[in-house]
């Protein structure tokens, strides 16, 4: 079992950044995707942006150019850099990965065998 812990969130205004970092344990991870999702108060959990551990990624459209994704394999850690921030990025951060054995790397919630606790973030316009 894969155990996930979050850290970084927090509350900031529109145009501001935050880096989201998750820490995962338990398991060797070299053949799941990490990545992230996101859900809005009354809004489904959406998918935001995964990696795979050689570095190559995909990201939602709705954060395409702002956010970026990272990943540590020596430390099991993915990260996400959010550069400006809108309102409409409010929502709960969770880390999630997913064993990958080929295909799209973009993930439905569905597919994902282990959530991090959740962190929330908070844009302020």
């Known amino acids: 079992q894969v155990q996930l812990v979050e850290s970084g969130g927090g509350s900031v205004q529109a145009g501001g950044s935050l880096r989201l970092s998750c820490q995962a344990s338990g398991r060797a991870l070299s053949n799941y995707l990490m990545g992230w999702f996101r859900q809005a108060p009354g809004k489904e959990r959406d998918f935001v942006a995964s990696?795979?551990?050689?570095?190559?990624?995909a990201y939602a459209n709705s954060v395409k150019g702002r956010f970026t994704i990272s990943r540590d394999n020596d430390k099991n850690t993915v990260y996400l850099q959010m550069n400006s921030l809108k309102p409409e990025d409010t929502a709960v951060y969770y880390c999630?990965?997913?064993?990958?054995?080929?295909?799209?790397?973009?993930?439905?919630?569905?597919?994902?065998?282990?959530w991090g606790q959740g962190t929330q973030v908070t844009v302020s316009s």
């Open positions: 999630a990965v997913r064993r990958y054995s080929g295909g799209p790397y973009y993930s439905r919630p569905e597919q994902i065998d282990n």
């Open positions: 990696i795979w551990r050689m570095g190559s990624s």
